[in-house]
Nanobody, 117 residues
């Protein structure tokens, strides 16, 4: 059974930082691309950052330069370091894993990030 357990969300002031974690189990971690998506109230879920099994990263324009995605194969965990947070970063952040070339894709339960003074 695949499980993605997210942690690290919360309330932070503008220009603050947070680090999200997503621990995966039930998959062969090295075969999966990992990603963080976010969904703001009343809006569609969108990709924020992804990282391939080889370590190649991709970022949405809105977060590039402020967010950093990384993965630790020994811990089966993907991270999202978020710096210089803005109120518009407020959203539920979802961990996503997918195996290229297959239909295998899984989502975490989401963690709330609120940026407010």
């Amino acid at each position: 059974q695949v499980q993605l357990v997210e942690s690290g969300g919360g309330l932070v002031q503008p220009e603050g930082s947070l680090r999200l974690s997503c621990a995966a189990s039930g998959i062969i971690f090295s075969r999966y691309r990992m990603g963080w998506y976010r969904q703001a109230p009343g809006k569609q879920r969108k990709s924020g950052a992804t990282i391939t099994s080889g370590g190649s990263t991709n970022y949405a324009d809105s977060v590039r330069g402020r967010f950093t995605i990384s993965r630790d194969g020994a811990k089966n965990t993907v991270y999202l370091q978020m710096n210089s947070l803005k109120p518009e970063d407020t959203a539920v952040y979802y961990c996503n894993v997918d195996q290229p070339g297959t239909r295998n894709e899984f989502w975490g339960q989401g963690t709330q990030v609120t940026v407010s003074s």
